[in-house]
């Protein structure tokens, strides 16, 4: 119950394209679900976090599409580029003390010049 | 301003040596948590601490321990390494306050023959 699924492992898409990368939940006291973004021989960073208040967050090129009945949510980057290619992983937290937070098992993104 | 700074980058042990992976934060934040990266498997949560002196089991706890005496330092020790702690460690940190982003390091690649 304390699984974020994640898909695709792996993704291609040309440079203008739309990137779509998916995850789901079963754990509903979950009530923080960021996604984090890592270049090779790097740590994760930050990219968009959204709360289940609201079904969509937008942050430039970046959406964040939240199903709560569904208990899914997707990042959406719009009009790819290649300096986008990088691991995306998918994240939630419960909203504890511990701030602890379950990964997806990652996307790896190419986009093609 | 470093932020999140791992030593060493890079390690290679034998199977049943010993060795400790550092962490530290500038940021005086007041959480700390180390990862696991494996391929496919996302970020696995080893142990985190939520103050200076305490520290908590996560998801993969099994032949790591790890100590917080001072609030900026994580550190996080094998005692007789195994093949299978071959991996990427990271180290992140996060303020107290709830659904605050975590802060990752680059990574300690670590390989046991």
């Known amino acids: 119950q304390q699984q974020v699924k994640q898909s695709p492992q792996s993704l291609i898409v040309q440079k203008g394209g739309i990137s779509i990368i998916n995850c789901a939940y079963e754990n509903t006291a979950f009530d923080y679900f960021p996604w984090y973004q890592q270049f090779p021989g790097k740590g994760p960073a930050l990219l968009i976090a959204?709360?289940?208040?609201?079904s969509e967050k937008k942050e430039g090129r970046f959406t964040i599409s939240f199903n709560k009945s569904a208990k899914q949510f997707s990042l959406h980057i719009m009009d790819s580029q290649p300096g986008d290619s990088a691991t995306y992983f998918c994240a939630a937290s419960a909203g504890s003390n511990t701030g602890k937070l379950i990964f997806g098992q990652g996307t790896t993104l190419q986009v093609k010049p | 301003n470093a932020g999140v700074t791992q030593t060493p980058k890079f390690r290679v042990l034998k199977t049943g040596q010993s060795m400790t992976l550092l962490c530290a934060q500038d940021m005086n934040h007041e959480y700390m948590y180390w990862y696991r990266q494996d391929p496919g498997m996302g970020l696995r949560l080893i142990h985190y601490s939520v103050g200076e002196g305490t520290t908590a089991k996560g998801e993969v706890p099994d032949g790591y321990n790890v100590s917080r005496l001072k609030k900026q330092n994580f550190l996080l020790g094998l005692e007789s390494a195994a093949p299978s702690q071959t991996s990427v460690y990271f180290c992140?940190?996060?303020?107290?306050?709830?659904?605050?982003?975590?802060?990752f390091g680059d990574g300690t690649r670590l390989s046991i023959l």
């Open positions: 959204i709360r289940p208040d609201v």
């Open positions: 992140a940190s996060r303020p107290g306050q709830r659904h605050q982003p975590q802060h």
